[in-house]
């Protein structure tokens, strides 16, 4: 469930996730600090293997968001950028596509 929410996070439009999120100029951080908590918890406490298609979409966001976390890149955490960056928009795609796959998985458990 966290790692529903926190892809589902990541998949909004950026202003809706700024307005969800609720903290206005540290939107992009919380949002990649809760996936990277939930994402850790659910490898964690895996008791079987997932897809190999959600995980390969897990691994692209965390992916993407270590590429957005190198220094080159700090001022793409502005609220700004996450809402029209094109990084952001391929993460948010990154995201719906495992917001879809997690679904699946829930149902198939």
């Not at 293997?49 to 979409?57: R, V």
Request: aromatic residues 4%.
């Amino acid at each position: 469930a966290e790692l529903r929410a926190a892809v589902g996070h990541l998949g909004l439009p950026g202003r809706d996730a700024v307005v969800r999120m609720g903290s206005p100029g540290r939107t992009a951080d919380r949002m990649a600090h809760r996936f990277d908590e939930a994402y850790t918890q659910w490898v964690d406490t895996l008791s079987d293997l997932p897809g190999e298609a959600l995980l390969a979409s897990l691994q692209r966001i965390d992916a993407a968001l270590l590429e957005l976390a190198k220094p080159e890149n700090r001022d793409l955490w502005s609220d700004d950028a996450l809402c029209a960056h094109p990084a952001w928009e391929g993460l948010r795609r990154h995201a719906r596509e495992a917001g879809v796959l997690l679904g699946a998985d829930a149902a198939a458990s």
